[in-house]
């Protein structure tokens, strides 16, 4: 990779060179920002894993630990229906978004339309506005439609964010995707709709995961929209359902909101454990680059 | 466009009919309004706290991950990974460290003698406002390093042998070469936080509610303290449209930018 040929030269020397002093400040560096970004994970799961009369105990050893919170956790509060309700939630908002975006940053970039200019800016606008100056509006016009407390309606919302986010993002997938390639299929006698899918979108499958994977993380992490536009059991999403647990107000123990929360974590973790490397280049594009 | 409409209204979720002109009196009532004012100036607060911050965290992490290492890939992941995490588990989890009973901290504070009475960190709104900036920092500034190591990777080889030849140290090597380099992607990470946070609810809302009291409303904060416990959405909408148009100078600023880095 360029990065790697960047380095190699200045650091690669630099190593050969370096004081034991520094190497030892390195690594010291080093520890501290790894206890920084996961001390609060590890307490999340060290908690979790103790049963809840160890929880005050003074030492803490081993032997202690115990799944005990994760397997009664489903007999404590419908833990599975709001996972399933946030999934459900979650894979149609990414799957809608990536159906909508894909054809819009493709044409984007591709064809040169009256207004282009106006709507890729638009996009852009869109990505920037407060989501709680979209959140108000919706909880108005979902009850009187009748969306409120929905999960279509939580699907759409999400949607409304995810949307504009992986437009853009596509849209510098694709523009550097080299358009001599689906002319040379023109050549070979494809349509424009044959040489998108076999020629564009294959190459951009990496761009269309990772605006996948970052959808996906903003929308089961979603919050906002979750609580003010639905309130119901049937409907509840985990994220809401961690808020009860703020303030330990629903009366459970902290090794049983733990385990719990662990459970709302684990499936972005694990998502960007998976696709880590698409994902960030997405994230720092998404910032910054157009 | 809607909000905008409603924000014109004295509708609220409990009105019965639609909503109804006012002649702009929601925008005219909140400069008198006492508990909005404040929550310009802690809206600003808490966004500089935050982006200062996460800035001054970020760079030097950034800069330490682009070294070369062993470890550094794992330790790239191991960074990155609090920015993932749902906004709900933030909060859980620092409500739970900071808890005033039997939180984590006030453990360390004690063993480390620096009180000896538990701190009842969210109840306080001085101790809770900078609970909630730490969280918020943790929870975001992993981004910042992920743009900014993004630009490192970029920095020109030739340009740092070039200084090296010159018998440019370490430090100037970093101000006169690197630094040079990152400032539009510091510029444009900055403007683009300071848009996130100023209009970030969620931490805020989840970890106190805005609370003690009020004493957390910023701005979209108290929209939607407005709209969910008030169902105030006619005033609600107004305060975020407010704050809509003085991020929309932000906005203008970033596009511009954008522009001119594609250029």
């Known amino acids: 990779m360029a990065f790697k040929s960047a380095l190699s030269f200045t650091e690669q020397r630099r190593t050969q060179r370096v004081s034991p002093l520094v190497r030892t400040g390195a690594i010291v560096a080093g520890i501290l920002i790894v206890i920084f970004s996961l001390f609060p994970l590890y307490w999340v799961v060290r908690v979790s894993l103790t049963s809840d009369s160890s929880t005050f105990a003074e030492s803490f050893s081993l032997s202690d630990l115990t799944l005990e919170n994760y397997l009664t956790l489903s007999d404590k509060l419908p833990i599975w229906k709001y996972f399933g309700n946030s999934m459900i939630v979650t894979v149609c908002s990414t799957f809608l978004s990536l159906v909508a975006a894909v054809p819009a940053a493709y044409s984007f970039t591709r064809f040169a339309f009256r207004g282009r200019n106006a709507f890729s800016k638009g996009v852009l606008a869109l990505y920037m506005l407060p989501p709680i100056v979209l959140v108000i509006p919706l909880l108005v016009v979902y009850s009187k439609v009748g969306l409120n407390d929905t999960l279509v309606g939580l699907v759409l919302a999400n949607s409304a964010v995810g949307i504009p986010f992986a437009t853009w993002l596509l849209m510098g997938t694709f523009a550097g995707i080299p358009t001599e390639l689906e002319e040379a299929a023109h050549v070979d006698g494809c349509g424009y709709v044959r040489a998108m899918l076999r020629v564009a979108l294959p190459l951009g499958l990496p761009g269309m995961v990772a605006a996948g994977c970052i959808v996906f993380i903003f929308a089961w992490n979603d919050f906002l929209f979750a609580f003010t536009l639905t309130s119901s059991d049937a409907v509840k999403t985990l994220q809401v359902a961690m808020r009860g647990f703020v303030g330990g107000e629903a009366g459970f123990f902290w090794g049983t909101i733990m385990a719990a929360t662990a459970v709302t974590a684990i499936p972005v973790i694990a998502l960007f454990l998976t696709f880590q490397r698409g994902l960030v280049s997405g994230l720092a594009e998404g910032g910054v680059k157009g | ?263």
């Open chain 2, 1 to 263: 466009m809607y909000a905008g409409w409603l924000s014109l209204t004295d509708y609220t979720l409990l009105t019965v009919g639609g909503p109804v002109w006012n002649d702009f009196a929601n925008y005219i009532d909140m400069w008198s309004d006492p508990t909005f004012i404040e929550s310009i100036w802690k809206t600003v607060r808490w966004t500089v706290s935050i982006v200062a911050l996460q800035l001054l965290l970020a760079l030097p992490v950034a800069l330490f991950l682009n070294l070369r290492f062993k470890a550094r890939g794992i330790l790239r992941s191991i960074v990155f990974m609090p920015y993932v995490m749902p906004a709900a588990v933030v909060a859980v989890i620092w409500v739970y460290m900071f808890d005033s009973s039997f939180g984590v901290v006030n453990d360390l504070l004690q063993s480390l003698n620096l009180t000896d009475v538990n701190i009842a960190f969210l109840s306080s709104s001085t101790w809770s406002f900078w609970v909630l900036v730490l969280a918020m920092v943790w929870h975001g500034a992993p981004l910042m390093v992920i743009i900014l190591l993004a630009a490192l990777q970029s920095v020109r080889h030739d340009a740092l042998e070039a200084a090296e030849l010159d018998g440019a140290g370490r430090w100037k090597r970093f101000v006169h070469v690197v630094l040079p380099h990152l400032m539009p992607t510091i510029w444009l990470v900055v403007l683009l936080r300071t848009m996130w946070m100023a209009h970030h609810v969620e931490t805020i809302a989840l970890l106190t509610n805005g609370g003690p009291g009020t004493a957390n409303y910023t701005m979209p904060m108290y929209s939607f303290g407005l709209a969910t416990q008030d169902y105030d959405v006619a005033y609600g909408s107004a305060v975020a449209i407010v704050l809509s148009l003085m991020l929309l100078v932000l906005a203008t600023i970033y596009i511009r930018n954008l522009e001119r880095a594609k250029a």
